[in-house]
Structure formats: C-alpha cells, structure tokens
C-alpha cells in the first residue's frame, strides 16, 4: 500500500476520574492548557463546567468524565486539571481531563472496534493495547450529539435531484452510531436507498461483492477516522481496484481542518466535507450523480 494510505497519526493519551486511560485523535486538537478559571453558563447541561478564555477566544468547557456518563471531577480537583481544546464539528470546545499522558503513534490498523457488548450507547469508538494497558478512543461524535443536539433541518431537493441520487448505488461507512443515525435520517427522508456499515474493511468487501455482481458502487460517503480501515485507506484501496476506482469518494468528517482535505485528495478521494451539514453532504452527493453520469 502506498505511503500515503499509511501514515500513522497521534493519539492523545489522557486520564479521567477513576485513573482509566482514554485517547482521541490529535487531528481533532488545538492545544492543551492548564486549568483556567471560568464562567458558569447559567441552565447549561450538567457537563458543562463554564466557558474560559483562551487566547482571546471564549469557548465551552466541558467535563468529559461527566459527559460520558462517569464520575464528575470534583470541584476541589479543576484545579490539577488540563484543558483540551478540541476543533471538531465545526465547534471549538474544551474538554477538562484529570491529566495529559503522552501523544503515541498509531495506525488505525491496530485500533480495533468496540466490543459489541458495550452497546451502541457507549462512548467509545475503538480500543487499542498499549503495552499491558487497554486503551479506549472516545467517541466524540456522540458526546458532542449529547451537548450540541444537531437541528431538524434537512436540506432541499428538487423531484429531479432526488431521482439521481436515489439511481445510485450508494454506500455510507462511519464507525460513531451517532453519525450513522444521522446519515441514515437524511438518507430516509429523500427516500435514497442506502448501504451503511460501522467499519471501512466491511464496506471493501460490500464494494467487491457488489462490483463482481455488476453493480457498483457509484457514491462512497466515509468518515475518516475509523478502526481497522480508516477512510484515507479505504479511498486508497478503492482507487487502487479497477473494478471499484470509478465511485465517487466523500470522506465526510468531524475534524474542521484543511489538512484532511489535503489529505483526502492524495489518496483519491474526491471531496471532504466537516460534519453535520446535511445541505452540504446533498450537494456533494449531487456532484457524485453528475460524476456518474458523466462516466458512464
């Protein structure tokens, strides 16, 4: 596979109340800071800690432990805390953590899915082994669906829109069950059939399964972040097989950065767009059909 479709990317390690390990992606943080004081929101969620200002720019402060339904810090602890100011979904959050470990190298290869006896109400997107520890990557989709409820808006199509998209064959991969519900709401409202599936190695072998029987797939929409197969690899892999490299490729992400565009392109992809902007998705998609009919 070509470098490109390999890079490791950091990981954040971090402790919560109760000493656990948790990670999260570095492609989805600012910076760290020390604990700093901060402003109560008045009738804000129970997570919410206050707002503090962070060079120049106020931002929401969250206890993480909190929001994922864990032991809340205790008030006389903020103070030995840090701070991770998180660039995701379009939003700049902070999210309060008993301590910063280290940040480690890691191919998404080697992260694995979760247990399936965790339920789609966890807030874990992966595991990894470190060593002898066991490592959870948060789901930060979810708790961001949690605090940041997304609006009932879903978009416009004309009649004639919507019969090209709902001519296309058109897979959807994304490991966070909030995005999946998400995607799959907008899909059902134009009435778009649809194949969606929490892991980029299952949606490969859909793609070749569907190629060898004479319909492929023409629209791909994936997040990027994933275990196992992440949606860079999964483009890649695509592009690479000649029975596949003519789908349209949306890799559709919580990051809010021009590097996963970058990125997108050199390995294959043909856009990337910053989740949950249903307006946005619909138009990429429409460009998707207009590929296809272009192609065929």
Not at 108 to 119: F, H, K, M, T, Y
Not at 218 to 238: C, H, K, N, R, T
Request: aromatic share 6%; glycine share 8%; with cysteine.
């Amino acid at each position: 596979m070509s470098e490109q479709a390999q890079r490791t990317q950091g990981i954040l390690l971090f402790h919560l109340a109760g000493g656990q390990v948790f990670a999260m992606g570095t492609l989805k943080i600012k910076e760290l800071v020390p604990y700093t004081n901060l402003s109560i929101i008045p009738h804000s969620h129970p997570a919410m800690l206050g707002t503090a200002n962070v060079r120049g720019k106020t931002l929401p402060v969250v206890d993480m432990s909190a929001a994922m339904g864990r032991q809340a810090a205790p008030a006389d602890s903020l103070q030995q805390g840090y701070i991770i100011v998180t660039d995701c979904q379009r939003k700049e959050v902070g999210f309060w953590v008993t301590a910063v470990d280290r940040i480690v190298e890691m191919n998404w290869r080697d992260i694995l899915p979760p247990p399936a006896n965790l339920g789609d109400k966890a807030y874990v997107a992966g595991v990894a082994k470190l060593g002898e520890r066991l490592v959870q990557l948060v789901d930060v989709e979810r708790i961001f669906a949690q605090l940041f409820p997304p609006t009932a808006k879903q978009g416009e199509l004309s009649a004639e829109e919507s019969a090209n998209l709902q001519a296309l064959n058109i897979l959807v991969v994304d490991d966070s069950a909030v995005a999946r519900k998400q995607l799959a709401d907008a899909m059902k409202h134009f009435n778009i059939p649809y194949q969606i599936f929490a892991n980029g190695r299952e949606a490969l072998e859909v793609m070749e399964t569907a190629a060898a029987a004479g319909r492929p797939v023409d629209l791909l929409v994936s997040d990027i972040e994933m275990p196992g197969l992440d949606g860079y690899e999964l483009a890649f892999e695509v592009r690479n097989r000649a029975a596949l490299a003519h789908a349209y490729i949306i890799l559709h992400t919580s990051i809010s950065s021009e590097i996963s565009v970058g990125q997108a392109h050199q390995v294959g992809a043909n856009e990337a767009l910053t989740k949950f902007d249903v307006n946005e998705l619909l138009q990429a998609m429409l460009r998707g059909a207009q590929h296809s009919v272009a192609a065929g």
